[in-house]
């Protein structure tokens, strides 16, 4: 694993950092972890490490700068730490401050030197560390061999493995003392020790430090960190190192109000910084400000992120979680207009207290005019009708948010008043055939429910005159001498009753004065008239006229047929 984070990449990330800070502070103070806002500025994080006991030993003439500490115990404490752990999967990046120099010298004869800068620990998700710097060495002519020295370069100066659990929280930071990779780093006689110069059989069991490191030195100190045969190989080995983190802070990133009604409330919740795993977080809404982080009965809405009923509140391997809050009627009326409230997380289990690294709240914006009922004007369809036939009308309440509405609708003003249950929002209703002709208004009136106040709409229904057909037959011919007897039948096509009303017979013919049957009353839809005595030959037009009852149209003459006298 190698890193590609340079001094002046940090130093420019540290400079943009302070910016944002001072650019957002206004606006996401609310959003910061309640632990954080409560607690003492965290300790600087450090690396320590003596890089090896035979750095400490033979390159003992030390030079210390930027910030760099040294104790024989505990060898060189590199501050100024910055970057990140994640406690979920491990992984780290930290870059730390400081220049050791590290020089053999006899009086004022100095013979080699290596010099370790700004070094940077790194572990990716597969739990592979390095430790990176800025390397350089020095090497003093010796007889034959002209002096030496290396310009800095960033390299792998040694490898390591380590573990999300093997990060431990001491003195407020994230601390990993590990020892870092020696026996079979480097193969004797491989192709990378070959490259180096180094003789047959060395390093002795591959033990060495990373071979990019040993690539940055002079060969006049190379054999220092690498097993060469020497008795001082059993000092050569990496020393182990401690490296401290700062301590991820569970921060909620978002909480907003996805869905409200007068019954229920959503609340979608977003968050980084948490540890999976184990007891887990608790979710909740509480009262800003809130500090009983014990008992979760004190709060609304709770949901645990070790729930496997509901997964999607698990702290993921990253750190981060998201999932839905929600609020039931009861929970609803709970909360006090009169307060604002928050979106609250903490270790679950009573472990909060304790341990407040789960503890962080963000400000949630509640609008309580949302939980009053809602309005849905009942909208109602009547299409144009004609008397006989049972005219339609549907009443829709349609949906504001959430539910639908349900309930009844009563419809007055179609005849007898006619309540119905909201299927769907829907409630269909079938009014009376003989409705009277003519306009009138519909008032359909919803009742309400627990999300819906009642409402009520109104349309216009226009029932129309049923139109007719009128037929005549014949059942006895007239003669000159003698009358006849004919039947007339009106029907209509979009009326389901028998159509009433009167009527009378025409019979014309071309030079004689039109013959009138007498007007005759329909009896379901028929009726028997007595044809006159034709008193000339030949062929009579049929004429009828129709006097519509209640709902029907008039016809003034209608023209049916002929009759042929004969005699």
């Given amino acids: 694993m190698s890193s590609t984070l340079t001094r002046p990449s940090l130093r420019l990330r540290r400079t943009l950092a302070g910016a944002l800070t001072t650019a957002l502070a206004a606006s996401t103070v609310a959003l ?170 060395k390093p002795v069991g591959g033990k060495s430090f990373a071979p990019s490191f040993l690539g940055q030195l002079t060969t006049g100190v190379r054999a220092h960190f690498y097993a060469s045969g020497a008795g001082s190989d059993t000092k050569k080995n990496p020393a182990p190192f401690t490296a401290t983190a700062p301590v991820p802070v569970a921060t909620i990133t978002s909480a907003a109000v996805t869905q409200q009604t007068p019954t229920s409330l959503k609340v979608a919740v977003a968050g980084t910084g948490y540890k999976p795993g184990s007891p887990g977080i608790y979710i909740s809404i509480g009262e800003t400000g809130s500090t009983d ?90 299409p144009a009708s004609s008397f006989g036939k049972a005219a339609k009308v549907t009443v829709t309440v349609p949906t504001v948010q959430g539910a639908g509405p349900t309930g009844t609708v009563r419809l007055t003003g179609g005849g007898s008043a006619q309540t119905k249950a909201l299927s769907g929002g829907k409630a269909t209703f079938t009014l009376s055939s003989t409705l009277p002709t003519g306009a009138r208004t519909l008032t359909a009136a919803y009742a309400g429910d627990a999300n819906y106040r009642a409402t009520s709409g109104t349309t216009s229904l226009t029932v129309k005159k049923a139109t007719v057909s009128i037929k005549d037959k014949v059942t006895k011919k007239p003669t000159r001498k003698k009358s006849g007897k004919a039947t007339v039948t009106v029907t209509s096509k979009v009326s389901a009753h028998k159509p009433g009303g009167k009527v009378k017979v025409y019979f014309k013919k071309s030079g004689q004065k039109t013959v009138t049957t007498s007007t005759k009353t329909l009896k379901s839809g028929k009726a028997t008239v007595t044809v006159p005595k034709l008193k000339k030959k030949g ?8 006097s519509a009852g209640t709902g029907y149209s008039s016809v003034s003459s209608k023209y049916v047929g002929t009759l042929k006298v004969t005699k």
């Fill in 293 to 382: 982080v014990i008992d979760p009965s004190k709060y609304l809405g709770t949901v645990w992120s070790g729930n496997p009923g509901t997964p999607d509140a698990a702290v993921k391997a990253d750190g981060s979680f998201s999932t839905t809050l929600a609020l039931d009627a009861e929970a609803i009326a709970q909360l006090d207009p009169t307060k604002s409230y928050s979106v609250i997380t903490f270790k679950a289990h009573g472990q909060a207290a304790s341990d407040p690294s789960q503890t962080a709240s963000a400000p949630l914006a509640i609008d309580f005019a949302g939980f009053d009922p809602l309005a849905s004007t009942p909208v109602v369809s009547a």
């Fill in 539 to 546: 062929t009579w037009k049929v004429y009828v006229k129709y």
């Fill in 32 to 201: 910061l972890p309640t632990s954080a806002q409560a607690a003492d500025p965290a300790p600087e994080p450090t690396l320590t490490w003596k890089i090896s006991q035979q750095f400490i030993d033979h390159l003992s003439s030390r030079t210390l700068t930027d910030g760099v500490t040294f104790d024989a115990a505990n060898g060189f404490t590199f501050g100024g730490g910055e970057g990140s752990f994640n406690a979920a999967n491990g992984v780290t990046t930290m870059a730390y401050d400081g220049t050791v120099r590290g020089a053999f010298a006899i009086g004022t004869t100095e013979y080699y030197s290596v010099t370790v800068s700004d070094p940077v620990v790194a572990v990716d998700a597969a739990g592979e560390g390095t430790i990176t710097a800025e390397v350089s060495a020095t090497n003093g002519a010796q007889g034959s061999t002209p002096a030496a020295s290396t310009t800095p370069a960033r390299v792998t100066v040694t490898t390591f493995d380590a573990a999300a659990s093997d990060w431990t929280v001491t003195g407020g930071l994230e601390s990993l003392t590990d020892t870092p990779d020696w026996d079979g780093v480097l193969a004797a006689g491989s192709e990378a020790a070959t490259a180096l110069g180094l003789a047959d059989g």
